[in-house]
């Protein structure tokens, strides 16, 4: 029923900038920690950004603080991934997570639903 759906992917200079955008349909999503994950082939899924998605609080980890923000629109069911500062280090597929129950927001184990992934790629 909960479905997300990831789009503003693409390639991109080193230094530029990509908004990702996470439609998220089937719940009102009250109570629930939306987040982003990305991942590499050969690695393992990495804690990107959440938020919770009532009171808009967000969670980063040291390796992108500073250059990424995560935002939610309540109103058009979205939540964003601004990104700035870009590298090639950040080139990877990036998804999109929500769980109803996250006490742990940078676990991937903790969340319910995903979204299929969108492509970045970061160019030197």
């Known amino acids: 029923q909960v479905q997300l759906v990831e789009s503003g992917g693409g390639l991109v200079q080193a230094g530029g900038s990509l908004r990702l955008s996470c439609s998220a349909s089937?719940?009102?999503?009250?109570?629930?920690?939306m987040g982003w994950f990305r991942q590499v082939p050969g690695k393992e899924r990495e804690f990107v950004a959440a938020?919770?998605?009532?009171?808009?609080?967000?969670y980063y980890p040291d390796s992108v603080k500073g250059r990424f923000t995560i935002s939610r629109d309540k109103a058009m069911s979205t939540v964003y991934l601004q990104m700035d500062s870009l590298s090639p280090d950040d080139t990877a597929v990036y998804y999109c997570?929500?769980?109803?129950?996250?006490?742990?927001?940078?676990?991937?184990?903790?969340?319910?639903?995903w979204g299929q992934g969108t492509q970045v790629t970061v160019s030197s």
């Open positions: 089937g719940s009102t999503f009250a109570n629930y920690i």
């Open positions: 938020i919770s998605w009532t009171i808009g609080r967000p």
């Open positions: 997570a929500a769980g109803r129950t996250v006490v742990e927001v940078a676990s991937v184990s903790r969340y319910e639903y």
